[in-house]
């Protein structure tokens, strides 16, 4: 079974009254912080982490409410707001005694990051997005029909009660539906890898349903009041994407613009999981983006 990324400590780290991040730290150098998507854990980063800790503190956080860090119950819709969990991630960068960091967010670690950058641009000294767009902007593209591939944030925008049941009751089935229909690579998520994130998951519904539920509610307000007072992402931004647009009919990079001073978008044609699936590729923009 894998239990971690090689060559790297985990750690249990408090954050937030009640919240301890479960960390994987590596390497030695200027820190680069790496978050994780849905429905994974920290050891999505198990190709890139290692290959980036030749030079870098290399900071590999479960975000809260997934994998094995804490999972609160959401006492209100800021619990698992992304500026609640960008400011777990400003603390656990304290606490391990780096400043300034690299941040690197893909799918749901991406939102967590995004909102890092605009909370907190005196600590992000890059910013690396994978595959998503602004929380604001994903609810505006997406319509009609083609709005089908997002049904996830349907549901789990609904109150609380059914969606939690709902997807309890087949977890397994259900988070492993995105594993298999995000990928282009199925085998670039090994047997071993996939059963952890099931179990993860299944662990983990309410918390990672509140998350996505904060999306829809809390998370758009504060990206709307960011947009209305013109603030924007004042560091160097990578963004790498599927060819979104292209189905969903929009200008990806054209939509980014707005957020961000300093832009470098890409289209992969890696699948969703393209840490996993273009490990090297992503290493090679990450590094690229920190000589910016």
Same mark, same amino acid.
């Given at each position: 079974?894998?239990?971690?990324?090689?060559?790297?400590?985990?750690r249990?780290?408090?954050?937030?009254?009640?919240?301890?991040?479960?960390?994987?730290?590596?390497?030695?150098?200027?820190?680069?912080?790496?978050?994780?998507?849905?429905?994974?854990?920290?050891?999505?980063?198990?190709?890139?982490?290692?290959?980036?800790?030749?030079?870098?503190?290399v900071?590999?956080?479960?975000?809260?409410?997934?994998?094995?860090?804490?999972?609160?119950? *959401?006492?209100?819709?800021d619990?698992?707001?992304?500026?609640?969990?960008?400011?777990?991630?400003?603390?656990? *960068?304290?606490?391990?005694?780096?400043?300034?960091?690299?941040?690197?967010?893909?799918?749901?670690?991406?939102?967590?990051a995004?909102?890092?950058?605009?909370?907190?641009?005196d600590?992000?000294?890059?910013?690396?997005?994978?595959?998503?767009?602004?929380?604001?902007?994903?609810?505006?593209?997406?319509?009609?029909?083609?709005?089908?591939?997002?049904?996830?944030?349907?549901?789990?925008?609904?109150?609380?009660?059914?969606?939690?049941?709902?997807?309890?009751?087949?977890?397994?089935?259900?988070?492993?539906?995105?594993?298999?229909?995000?990928?282009?690579?199925?085998?670039?998520?090994?047997?071993?890898?996939?059963?952890?994130?099931?179990?993860?998951?299944?662990?983990?519904?309410p918390?990672?349903? *509140?998350d996505?539920?904060?999306?829809?509610?809390?998370?758009?307000?504060?990206d709307?009041?960011?947009?209305?007072?013109?603030?924007?992402?004042?560091?160097?931004?990578?963004?790498?994407?599927?060819?979104?647009?292209?189905?969903?009919?929009?200008?990806?990079?054209?939509?980014?613009?707005?957020?961000?001073?300093?832009?470098?978008h890409?289209?992969?044609q890696?699948?969703?999981?393209?840490?996993?699936? *273009?490990?090297?590729?992503?290493?090679?923009?990450?590094?690229?983006?920190?000589?910016?």
């Amino acid at each position: 079974m894998n239990t971690g990324i090689p060559g790297f400590e985990t750690r249990q780290i408090d954050v937030a009254d009640g919240v301890r991040l479960h960390t994987a730290v590596g390497g030695e150098g200027p820190a680069v912080v790496l978050l994780h998507g849905f429905p994974q854990t920290h050891l999505m980063w198990r190709h890139v982490a290692p290959a980036l800790a030749g030079h870098h503190t290399v900071i590999c956080p479960d975000l809260r409410g997934y994998g094995s860090s804490s999972k609160p119950e *959401a006492a209100g819709e800021d619990t698992y707001s992304k500026r609640t969990m960008a400011t777990d991630i400003i603390r656990l *960068a304290d606490t391990l005694g780096h400043d300034r960091f690299t941040l690197v967010g893909h799918d749901r670690g991406a939102h967590v990051a995004f909102r890092a950058g605009l909370d907190h641009p005196d600590r992000i000294s890059h910013l690396a997005i994978l595959d998503i767009l602004p929380t604001l902007d994903t609810w505006n593209v997406l319509h009609g029909t083609s709005a089908a591939v997002a049904f996830h944030l349907y549901l789990m925008a609904q109150p609380p009660g059914l969606p939690e049941q709902m997807i309890a009751a087949t977890a397994d089935a259900f988070f492993g539906h995105f594993l298999d229909a995000w990928s282009a690579s199925p085998d670039a998520i090994p047997a071993d890898v996939r059963a952890a994130y099931l179990r993860a998951s299944r662990n983990a519904v309410p918390s990672i349903v *509140a998350d996505y539920r904060a999306t829809a509610t809390i998370d758009v307000t504060h990206d709307q009041a960011d947009l209305d007072a013109g603030n924007r992402l004042t560091m160097p931004v990578t963004v790498v994407q599927q060819d979104w647009g292209r189905h969903l009919d929009f200008d990806a990079a054209a939509t980014w613009r707005p957020w961000t001073d300093d832009l470098q978008h890409f289209t992969t044609q890696a699948g969703h999981f393209m840490a996993e699936e *273009a490990p090297e590729d992503i290493t090679t923009l990450i590094l690229d983006l920190m000589k910016r």
